[in-house]
């Protein structure tokens, strides 16, 4: 088909001395990331999420919105959104992090969405579990892989398709997975899958599929794009490679002191300075947070936040100008009464340091509790997917005048 | 001082085969654009608007931000973000427009924040005026600039500052020119600028200083480095230039089909197709665009929607989830009864194409009534500052299947 030759290219590697292309730029005006100030805030707000949208934003009415539950079941179901508002209402935070998050700083660089480190965000997301919906269907006893579609279009490497990505049954079946319509409180926004989407906490985002219209069950593994040619870690082009999944261990650091215009490196008044910052798994809890203020030679232990984010609306006055601080109260209770599940979001930490004049690399690294560490050294793969390279903070201490 | 060499480097211009450099990507995962579908929307939802902040993003609390007016008047205020809402309230969709837009297209190229051609959006701002609260104060005699500061700090070219950005006292003074903390109806988000802004409809986004904390009236023009330095128009490193005033006249595509997930170029089906988009001008009324799809070897002309937008929450039914549609009704009146000055908002436009088999190069360029044509050919300068280049939208029709 001639699309294919004359719209999309085969993927590739750069050049070692070649820059950021326009085509990469053009993705990165689109697709934003969480400018990392924004660390500071426990649910972050509308706006300031990260952003990775493979085609266009669909335009999609919600009042004419339908959603198809078919394939290897019972009966299926069609469902307008009504009717999933009617159904158990539950809220969410949960960190999403893009699978490509980090792919910017590889070398040999994919030539893709050219994140740096900042592709992460925490919403609080409102909606119904998936699993009993699946259940009311009838799952059929030869079903392997539930697809989930989007109304988003377009073409990839020659293919044309709306966006589609397969979970395992298992995993779809997993009480956490939620159909979302709201974000922070308030319908969905066009960019974040307006009306619908789905949200698996823990998984990276390419499976949290936005503006969903599908879910089909199939009696054996999904062989679309997103699953079998895009989302797998690879080490060459050959090698068919594994599909990627849950979210490696990260931390961030949240840049003390106040930045260069271009350079963004940080200038820090000399002193005490509480070093502060993010730490999330999809793995398994994080347990430990160490870190460095000299680009990783050592490492000293951060102090966790006990017991998951504590500051809501109150010290974070901005945040609640973002999204409704009123849904859910500072005990993490809707108003309703119902708990807001934080299992799945970052964890902040802290660690006190006392800046003496100098130049300092500041970064982070998290330990979960199924014993994954953050590598110093980036895990390299010809995608550049579940990237958790330690995130490198330039600090300029100058002499107190 | 040694923050000034440690942090800051010199302007430059890129080399003529130097790619996007990784501080040019770091800003653009921070400072992003529209998405180029959402030209659909007559209000950009939330979190599409584009975005430029100089330094972080400030943490501010909103129940104890203060403003001051100060400076050469009869009697310095200081009002609360309550005092400012007692006031007469007004709501104006105004169309922003970075500056810088189109900078990474420019041969040379200067380093910055590097646009493309998406830095732009159309909100509504509520706020009060400011020329009453100016003339409240009384302003002196000789009162001649009024600088704006905002609560962001940071370092540029050496210089250490908060972002301020001066005004001559008759722009000031403009019925227009609003002291906004709500957006879309909503209070202010903290990137654009929560939780009081200035609105200067019909300049570039320069002017619009965030984060205000205080306004000062000079007997002088204001030399901050935003104005004597920065913002200006220069052929050269020695040219002192002219100060960035007004949004020059420039007209997007929205662009039709659907996309390549890495080029962007653009799929369409053979056949009849609605070419759409906006067009605005600081200037003046636009009052004619013109539409190539040869890459500029012909035009072809618009129509333009007759009195503005119209189409508000009802056809757009995914911006009605985004902002609150109930701002203000489809007829443009607030609830209240008052009018949306709709006069600074960028204006549609439709051009009926037959779209045959082939490539094309689809661009608009606008007129407004000052005269003012939007360039084909960019019109250099070394700041990258008001170039309003014709947009180049690749779209490829393939033979019907």
């Known amino acids: ?18 820059g950021i292309s326009i085509e990469e730029l053009a993705l990165a005006a689109r697709n934003h990331g969480l400018p990392l100030e924004a ?24 009042e004419r919105h339908v959603l198809t539950i078919d394939g290897r079941v019972d ?70 892989d539930v697809v989930f579609t989007g109304a ?14 397969g979970l395992p049954v298992p995993e ?18 066009p960019q974040h899958g307006a009306p619908l989407r789905l949200v698996v906490p823990g998984w990276y985002g390419m499976a949290h599929v ?8 199939l009696d054996r593994e999904f062989d679309g794009y997103q699953n079998a040619v895009a989302y797998r870690v690879r080490t060459d082009a050959d090698d068919p490679g ?63 936040d006990p017991t998951g984010p504590v500051d809501r609306a109150g010290a974070t006055g901005s945040a609640g100008s973002a999204g409704d601080p009123s849904v859910t109260g500072p005990d993490g209770r809707e108003p309703g009464g119902s708990t807001v599940d934080e299992r799945w ?12 004049p100098g130049r300092y690399t500041l970064g982070a690294r998290a330990t979960d509790a199924s014993g994954r560490v953050q590598p110093v050294d980036p895990p390299w793969n010809r995608g550049g997917f579940a990237n958790n390279l330690v995130q490198r903070v330039e600090v300029v201490v100058p002499e107190d005048q």
């Open 242 to 304: 594994v599909p990627v999944t849950r979210i490696e261990p990260r931390a961030l650091v949240q840049p003390p002191g106040f930045p260069d215009f271009m350079s963004r490196i940080r200038v820090l008044r000399p002193g005490p300075c509480t070093v502060e910052g993010r730490a999330w798994s999809g793995h398994a809890p994080v347990t430990r947070v160490e870190v460095t203020t000299d680009g990783g030679a050592s490492w000293s232990d951060a102090t966790l």
């Open 345 to 356: 979001a970052w964890r902040r930490w802290r660690y006190e340091w006392t800046a003496n």
């Open 152 to 165: 988003d279009h377009g073409v990839e490497r020659g293919i044309e398709q709306d966006y589609q990505r």
């Open 1 to 18: 088909m001639s699309i294919v030759d004359d719209v999309s290219r085969p993927s590739r590697l750069a050049e070692p001395d070649e």
């Open 172 to 189: 779809a079946l997993r009480e956490e997975v939620l159909l979302a319509y709201e974000m922070n409180g308030a319908p969905l926004l």
């Open 210 to 217: 936005k503006w969903l219209t599908r879910i089909s069950v």
């Open 75 to 144: 009966r299926s179901l069609r469902l307008d959104l009504a009717a999933l508002r009617e159904r158990p209402r539950v809220t969410r935070r949960v960190t999403l992090e893009c699978a490509g998050n980090g792919r910017a700083l590889l070398s040999p660089r994919p030539v893709s969405q050219p994140w740096l480190s900042e592709a992460v965000g925490t919403a609080e997301w409102t909606g119904t579990p998936l699993a009993p919906l699946l259940r009311e269907a009838g799952l059929g006893p030869d079903a392997v």
């Open 39 to 62: 660390l500071r805030y426990d649910v972050t707000p509308v706006g300031l999420h990260y952003l990775l949208i493979h085609y266009d934003i669909p335009a999609l009415d919600p």
